[in-house]
């Protein structure tokens, strides 16, 4: 199968999206496919064509929202090489810019459009509002949400049920919805796939004793990831247990301010922004991993810290507890009473943390990324079907209103 991607953010570009697609392209890759990418140049003004044109990133003007970049919806000078690529379906994972650009292409070629929901727009809404108008702000993402999803789209992916419920029970959705949870190449994070001297010399140049109870977040630094939920609950923590220590991996426009708030607490370490290459050693650095963001699509820095037999500790949200099954593979918390409440008991009691942990391995395994690109596969080969199928009504139409007509 010939497979056309096009997203706004791919790497080098750091998050969740565009490491979930990297590992897509591997997976279909590995099973024999051709995979073709369109993205957007972060780096310059300019048309950049890679792997012998099988990557074309394309000029984007910046947002101001993080580091996205927003792309024109049509760039005459790459349909000729879209063209010669021959796709037999398109994957967008972007609503805006390259996504509305992957509307165009697929009608103007008639190629079968799958499109995956990775945001939930709603909980962006203050970064372009800035506090007004946040109503109106909402109603103007969820219209042009169901537009794109809705009118344009063969067949749609979402990761869980939350985002599914978003679709069926509030923007009343009537197209199929697929759930097919994000996965990620879970070997990667294995303890054994590790030297244990590397990890020991990188826990020990972020400050951290090996006597250290080690809890990690991973992810954007920002308001809507309700990091300071955790950096409060480490101050309550740290009066009482004084080797109970905080990592917070990532980059995003709340590092510096955070920074400066929490600077007196020394049990609080800031990483920064780190190489995608490197994350995997940083969760194994840690002891537990912890979260109380809501506005997960699917949470994949979970499963991550799953796959590397490190307890993850969620908030109750869907986004997560579709993965975390309290006291199976991990613990769902609901305020910060709780929280304190689970990390207190792993602390002291070694067993319970090691059961989890090793259960959270054992989940994670059902999100490799073979096993998601096959369920991927079979909404591309319903896709097709599909459109098979509607121009077949379509000439089978033609056929009798000329019979008709003569």
């Known amino acids: 199968m010939r497979i ?26 590995k099973q024999g496919h051709q995979v073709f990418v369109v993205t957007v140049n972060n780096e310059k003004m300019s048309y950049k064509y890679e792997d012998n044109n099988k990557i074309i990133r394309i000029p984007g003007i910046p947002t101001g929202i993080y580091d996205y970049r927003l792309t024109g919806i049509y760039p005459f000078k790459i349909i000729s090489k879209i063209k010669k690529w021959n796709l037999d379906v398109i994957h ?26 990775h945001t939930m727009y709603e909980d962006y809404v203050h970064y372009i ?14 219209y042009l949400t169901k537009f794109y999803c809705d009118k344009t789209t063969t067949e749609l992916i979402v990761p869980t049920k939350k985002t599914y419920d978003l679709f069926k029970q509030k923007y009343k959705f009537d197209r199929n919805v697929h759930i097919v949870p994000t996965g990620i190449e879970i070997e990667k994070f294995y303890k054994e796939n590790h030297k244990q001297k590397e990890i020991n010399d990188l826990r020990a140049s972020l400050g951290f004793k090996k006597e250290d109870f080690v809890i990690i977040f991973v992810g954007r630094i920002a308001e809507e990831k309700n990091i300071t939920f955790l950096l409060d609950a480490q101050n309550t923590l740290f009066k009482k247990y004084k080797n109970c220590k905080l990592l917070i991996v990532g980059d995003g426009p709340d590092l510096s301010k955070l920074k400066k708030q929490y600077s007196k607490n020394c049990s609080i370490v800031f990483a920064g922004k780190v190489p995608l290459q490197d994350i995997d050693k940083y969760y194994l650095v840690a002891n537990a991993f912890a979260t109380a963001s809501k506005s997960e699509t699917q949470g994949l820095t979970v499963v991550e810290a799953a796959a590397a ?22 613990k769902i918390f609901n305020n910060k009473r709780e929280y304190i409440k689970i990390i207190e008991e792993l602390i002291s009691d070694k067993t319970k943390l090691n059961r989890l942990s090793k259960q959270a391995r054992v989940s994670s395994e059902s999100f490799s990324s073979k096993h998601y690109a096959s369920r991927v596969l079979d909404v591309y080969e319903m896709a097709i079907n599909t459109k098979k199928s509607k121009k077949k009504g379509f000439f089978s139409k033609l056929k009798k209103e000329k019979n008709f007509n003569e």
């Open 4 to 29: 056309g991607i096009f997203t706004d953010t791919y790497p080098p570009y750091i998050n969740g999206v565009s490491t979930s697609i990297l590992m897509l392209q591997h997976a279909l890759e």
């Open 92 to 117: 967008s994972h972007t609503e805006f810019g390259v996504g509305t650009f992957a509307r165009i292409i697929a009608k103007q070629y008639g190629i079968p459009l799958v499109h995956t929901y």
């Open 129 to 142: 509002t800035k506090g007004y108008f946040d109503g109106a702000g909402k109603k103007i993402v969820e």
């Open 309 to 330: 037999s490190i307890t993850p500790i969620c908030i109750n949200d869907e986004s997560f507890t579709s993965f975390v099954i309290d006291d199976l593979n991990g």
